[in-house]
């Protein structure tokens, strides 16, 4: 066998916090389910043409999730293969997909998955005046609260109604033509009801800052009586399946007639997973290949509703690495220290791979600060020491105060066929 790798997801979801920086990880996102945006939480995805002025549909885009060989197998860092000299090779790979999960924005709960919470916001730029401020939810083009707006009875029949609070651009809009919006309204002398309204059309009036949407029929029948405390928030998207159709893998043969090396040389990781019920006071021993000269620690916090099973993502207050006996610190590290980076920063480099953030907080597709709350942040170890003849003893002494649940010890080592 040439390379066997397990629990991969682990490692690079981790990595890749350190390995790309903000620019990057926004910009290499196409390769995934849904790319970033740019910065602007209302912009979208490159993967939906959100039209969001005018009266062209909206469209979503197909793509292809693209996964590189060479972040799979350290083989696959090679450029030629002689599958003349090797002969018949097998690839196994096994996908785990029971953690992706379909998160909406602009719902109308308000959790992480809906972004419901969006509507009930009052931004400082809704108006000038902090008297004439309003939600994100108000429709109607005169202020009836903080909350909602009013529609006089003569704008009801037209379908078109304004939006209560200003936006300085489109960019700031949350509106997109085909997007559903659940209404509530209370006509003059009538009882409140909802009604559910999909968007045909969007008018930006730059000079005034006041939006204008045009929906698939009239308010309350289109009836000709004024509508007071109206508000909006999105509608909940239907329960969603995620199903793979099929995988391929692209393999180019080189027909340049350059001859492939005699030999190949390759980096690969080796894996090793313990489990433990919780220990606040972890320390174990481990024996390490002697060729390993790098070795990242991950530990998933598996405590709480929703329990990480990729992140490392445990509290980890201080942490003490010993091989053979001898301490790598004279004290134990801090975690998200200038201690604890400069380990990180030591075993990046003896791994020829620059350190490029240690902004350790995992984006949402959001891809804004504000938006970072309560969001993953990670806390891997990482360690390097020499090559030597036999096999080294490594202790690990972590301290957390949820507890150690998961261990995962990742050594790099080098091979050669």
């Known amino acids: 066998m040439v390379e066997d790798i397990r629990d991969l997801n682990v490692l690079k979801c981790n990595m890749k916090q350190y390995t790309e920086d903000e620019i990057e990880r926004v910009c ?60 018949q090779g097998e690839l196994h790979i096994t996908i785990d997909l ?60 037209g379908g078109v109604y304004q939006v209560t609070r200003q936006y300085d651009s489109l960019e700031e809009s949350p509106f997109h033509n085909g997007q559903q919006l659940e209404i509530t309204r209370t006509p003059a002398a009538g009882a409140q009801g909802t009604e559910v309204r999909t968007i ?29 405390s109206v508000s909006m928030t999105g509608v909940d998207a239907p329960a969603a399946t995620f199903k793979v159709n099929n995988a391929t893998l692209v393999i180019y043969e080189n027909t340049s007639g350059m001859k492939p090396p005699d030999k190949i040389q390759y980096k690969t990781f080796t894996t090793e997973r313990d489990t433990e019920s919780g220990i606040t006071s972890y320390s174990r021993n481990y024996y390490v290949e002697p060729e390993c000269a790098n070795l990242i620690i991950c530990c998933p916090d598996g405590a709480g509703g929703n329990p990480s099973r990729y992140l490392s993502d445990l509290d980890i207050s201080d942490y003490r690495l010993r091989v053979n006996g001898v301490d790598l610190t004279n004290r134990p590290i801090k975690m998200n220290t200038p201690e604890h980076y400069d380990r990180l920063g030591r ?8 350190l490029k953030s240690i902004r350790e907080k995992v984006p949402k597709v959001l891809n804004v600060r504000e938006n970072e709350a309560g969001t993953a942040q990670v806390k891997m170890i990482a360690e390097c020491f020499p090559v030597t003849a036999s ?27």
């Open 98 to 157: 029971d953690n992706i999960a379909i998160h909406q924005l602009f719902g109308k709960s308000t959790n992480d998955n809906s972004g419901g919470d969006y509507w009930a916001i009052i931004d400082e730029r809704s108006a000038v005046a902090q008297a004439d401020r309003v939600s994100n939810g108000a429709l109607g083009e005169t202020r009836a609260g903080a909350s909602t707006g009013q529609i006089a009875a003569g704008n009801v029949a």
């Open 391 to 417: 096999a080294k003893q490594v202790e690990i002494d972590i301290n957390s105060g949820n507890g150690l649940r998961d261990i995962f010890l990742f050594k790099e080592v080098v091979r050669e066929i």
């Open 347 to 354: 075993t990046f480099l003896n791994m020829d791979m620059p």
């Open 200 to 228: 045909t059309g969007i008018a930006y009036d730059s000079a005034s800052k006041f939006i204008s949407l045009t929906f698939d029929a009239a308010l309350n029948g289109g009836a000709a009586t004024q509508l007071n």
């Open 28 to 87: 290499q996102s196409y390769k995934g389910f849904n790319g970033m945006n740019s910065g602007n939480q209302l912009n979208g995805t490159p993967f939906r043409d959100l039209v969001k002025e005018g009266t062209v549909a909206s469209t979503k885009k197909q793509h292809e999730i693209l996964i590189d060989m060479k972040d799979i197998f350290g083989l696959g860092e090679v450029d030629m293969l002689d599958t003349g000299r090797y002969g």
